[in-house]
C-alpha cells in the first residue's frame, strides 16, 4: 500500500489563480519530506525540503506546509504562471535509504 | 538536470531481448538510484548504489540487475525484457548521506514489444 497519498489527481485553474495541493502519509519516522516539480518529459526536480521541526518553507511562488501530528502537507502556488503546469510529488524519505513517492498531482495552467 | 545524463533515451524492444540502460554523473555524488515511473504509481525504486562495486536492491528488483564499476557510471540490465517493463526509467544521485536532495537525470522511455 502507497504510503503517501495525493490529492487531487489533477486540477485546471486560470492563470494568475491560487492552488493547494495536498499530501497525506503514513511513513513513520521519517526524516524529511520533499515537494518535487516534474515537467513532462523530464525528471523532478526539488521545490522544497521540511524536515519534522519545520512547519512551512518558501520557494518564491511556492509554499510547503508540514503538520506532523496529522501527518498532512500541502503545497500553495501563488499567482500561477503558465511554466507552473506541471506534477507535482509529494516524497517523504524514510530513517535511510528509502524513499516514498505519491502518485504526484497533475496542474494544468490555463490562460 | 545536474550533471546527470542518461543514454539511450527513447528504446523499442522485444520481448526476451536483453536492454542496458546507462547512468552517467559529473557531480561525484556517492549515491546513485535507478526509478522506474508507470501511470498511476509514484516514483518506485528498483535497485540503488551506496558506492563503487557496492549495490543492493530496491522494492521492485526483480527481473533487473545493476552494475557499478565507477563512481560515475550506473548500469541497469533486463536480462531478458518482458512488457511489464515497459516503463519510463531515471537514474537519480545524492551526496555523501541517503538524506540528501535526489537529483534526477531526464530519463528513458523503454518500449517492450
Known amino acids: 500500500k502507497n504510503q503517501v497519498e495525493q490529492s487531487p489527481q489533477s486540477l485546471i485553474i486560470l492563470e494568475g489563480k491560487n492552488c493547494t495541493l495536498q499530501?497525506?502519509?503514513?511513513?513513520?519516522?521519517?526524516?524529511?519530506l520533499r515537494w518535487y516539480k516534474q515537467d513532462t518529459g523530464r525528471g523532478p526536480v526539488s521545490l522544497t525540503i521540511m524536515t519534522f521541526s519545520e512547519n512551512t518553507k518558501s520557494n518564491g511562488r511556492y509554499t510547503a506546509t508540514l503538520d506532523a501530528d496529522t501527518k498532512q502537507s500541502s503545497l500553495h502556488i501563488t499567482a500561477s504562471q503558465l511554466s507552473d503546469s506541471a506534477s507535482y510529488i509529494c516524497?517523504?524519505?524514510?530513517?535511510?535509504?528509502?524513499?516514498?513517492f505519491g502518485a504526484g498531482t497533475t496542474v494544468t495552467v490555463r490562460a | 538536470d545536474a550533471g546527470i545524463t542518461q543514454s539511450p533515451r527513447h528504446k523499442v524492444t522485444e520481448t526476451g531481448t536483453p536492454v542496458t540502460l546507462r547512468c552517467h554523473q559529473t557531480e561525484n555524488h556517492r549515491y546513485m538510484y535507478w526509478y522506474r515511473q508507470d501511470p498511476g504509481h509514484g516514483l518506485r525504486l528498483i535497485h540503488y548504489s551506496y558506492g563503487v562495486k557496492d549495490t543492493d536492491k530496491g522494492e521492485v528488483s526483480d527481473g533487473y540487475s545493476v552494475s557499478r564499476s565507477k563512481t560515475e557510471d550506473f548500469l541497469l540490465t533486463l536480462e531478458s525484457a518482458t512488457s511489464s517493463q515497459t516503463s519510463v526509467y531515471f537514474c537519480a544521485i545524492s551526496g555523501n548521506s541517503y538524506t540528501d536532495t535526489q537529483y534526477f537525470g531526464p530519463g528513458t522511455r523503454l518500449t517492450v514489444l
Open positions: 499530501c497525506n502519509y503514513t511513513v513513520s519516522p521519517f526524516s524529511n
Open positions: 516524497v517523504v524519505n524514510h530513517n535511510d535509504y528509502k524513499l516514498s
